[in-house]
């Protein structure tokens, strides 16, 4: 059961990554940067720390900041 269970997230990903997609390519943002929006918008007041971006996302803090500095670099959002 929990092989299917992981196997449905898995396809339920899949599907979800091809209906954004055109919206990804439509505003020059990857799928991870998108996550990185949604993670900062639903946070309070729309920050986070770069640790806590880190856990929210379970990459590193090193691809967390190639992903915040790929979004400033694009306007998306501003460091303080």
Do not use: C, W
């Not at 900041?65 to 979004?71: D, T, V």
């Amino acid at each position: 059961p929990e092989t299917e269970i992981i196997a449905n997230l898995l396809r339920v990903n899949s599907l979800l990554t091809m209906f954004f997609y055109p919206y990804f390519k439509k505003h020059d943002l990857s799928e991870p940067q998108f996550y990185a929006l949604m993670a900062i918008f639903n946070n309070k007041e729309h920050q986070i720390s770069m640790t806590d971006l880190s856990k929210r996302l379970l990459v590193s803090k090193a691809n967390v900041s190639g992903i915040i500095l790929r979004l400033e670099k694009k306007n998306f959002i501003v460091r303080e």
